[in-house]
């Protein structure tokens, strides 16, 4: 039996002892030929009671984010000034926490020319449009086993997606022609996005996860049916994105599902030909997520482009985001 051996650790000597650096023989330079990141001009003034908006906007410092936010402000501005689009892309959560309205205002002045979305997007769109709320506690409602089981949200939407797919459709225009057409069914249809941008006829798409939305939960639903239209959304999708040259895409509170169908999408638009390297891209959320941050940010702007994460609260950070665009639109009439 063969015995191990270990071999003994070698101790290293130092060959003089360590002493203290002498600070006396340090070499300095002159301040005012050093380069600094922040200067009096860039940063913040106080604010008085009652004044304007263009007032507080004016007296955010020029540092980071806030100069950041500002940049987008007028990329967007100038996006629009030019006849150049501005796409959002989004997640469910900026409705369930109430920017609907926003998006809507925003969509009406001609500002956001295209929207997609997840398919969770269109339950709480349908939701607040059918009956003024949405978002159940999920937790208790998984308990009783009645999670996603809204009677009303399954059958509607599901039969607005076999209406629209039988008309030629995809699921956000079938989507929101529903909604527009039912004034009775809908008391709050002009709070639905949906219906809002299929009026104004611009295009709205729905990226569906099958198996991720609770309409997919119900006797109504068709998977089939589903897919055709979320299909035909992302071909339409792609479409948009190859005008997105000089303009602007949004990804708001979306970290996996958009910036997927973002990036595939794309691929699409260039593959095909068209020149989509003069785009600006900026991911709004409250982390800063892996998808989000390569998908939406690096990889479709190495060619050209700028790219900014804009880290926050969407109910707080997007109204400042629509402020300051309505802010700088209105200066340039």
């Known amino acids: 039996m063969l015995k191990s051996h270990t071999m003994p650790r070698a101790k290293a000597k130092l060959k003089t002892q360590i002493r203290a650096v002498d600070l006396k023989k340090i070499k300095t330079v002159p301040l005012a030929g050093r380069k600094s990141k922040v200067e009096i001009d860039l940063t913040a003034r106080p604010v008085q009671a009652g004044g304007r908006f263009s007032d507080f906007w004016r007296s955010l410092p020029g540092i980071l984010a806030a100069r950041d936010l500002k940049a987008v402000v007028e990329k967007i501005a100038a996006a629009r000034g030019s006849g150049r689009p501005v796409v959002l892309g989004m997640g469910a959560h900026p409705?369930?926490?109430?920017?609907?309205?926003?998006?809507?205002?925003?969509?009406?002045?001609?500002?956001?020319?295209a929207v997609a979305t997840n398919g969770a997007a269109i339950v709480h769109d349908f939701e607040l449009a059918f009956i003024g709320r949405t978002s159940e506690d999920v937790a208790e409602e998984l308990c009783k086993g009645t999670f996603g089981m809204a009677r009303e949200t399954g059958l509607y939407l599901n039969r607005a997606i076999k209406k629209g797919v039988n008309d030629g459709l995809g699921l956000g225009e079938s989507v929101g022609r529903a909604i527009s057409a039912g004034k009775k069914l809908f008391p709050n249809k002009d709070k639905s996005i949906f219906a809002q941008?299929?009026?104004?006829?611009?295009?709205?798409?729905?990226?569906?996860?099958?198996?991720?939305?609770?309409?997919?939960?119900?006797?109504?639903?068709?998977?089939?049916?589903?897919?055709?239209?979320?299909?035909?959304?992302?071909?339409?999708?792609?479409?948009?994105?190859?005008?997105?040259?000089?303009?602007?895409?949004?990804?708001?509170?979306?970290?996996?599902?958009?910036?997927?169908?973002?990036?595939?999408?794309?691929?699409?638009?260039?593959?095909?030909g068209h020149r989509t390297e003069n785009i600006t891209t900026v991911n709004m959320d409250f982390i800063q997520h892996y998808r989000p941050r390569e998908?939406?940010?690096?990889?479709?702007?190495?060619?050209?482009?700028?790219?900014?994460?804009?880290t926050g609260h969407h109910e707080i950070m997007f109204p400042l985001l629509a402020a300051g665009i309505i802010e700088s639109m209105d200066n340039r009439t």
């Open 197 to 272: 941008g299929y009026e104004q006829k611009i295009p709205m798409t729905v990226h569906v996860t099958m198996g991720a939305d609770i309409i997919h939960m119900h006797p109504s639903a068709d998977g089939a049916l589903t897919g055709e239209a979320s299909f035909r959304d992302f071909k339409l999708f792609a479409s948009v994105l190859a005008g997105l040259d000089g303009g602007v895409y949004i990804n708001l509170g979306s970290a996996v599902v958009l910036p997927e169908v973002f990036l595939k999408a794309l691929t699409v638009a260039r593959n095909l």
């Open 295 to 310: 998908n939406v940010l690096r990889r479709p702007t190495l060619r050209g482009g700028a790219s900014y994460a804009l």
């Open 95 to 113: 409705i369930k926490v109430g920017l609907s309205p926003l998006i809507i205002d925003l969509i009406r002045r001609g500002i956001i020319t």
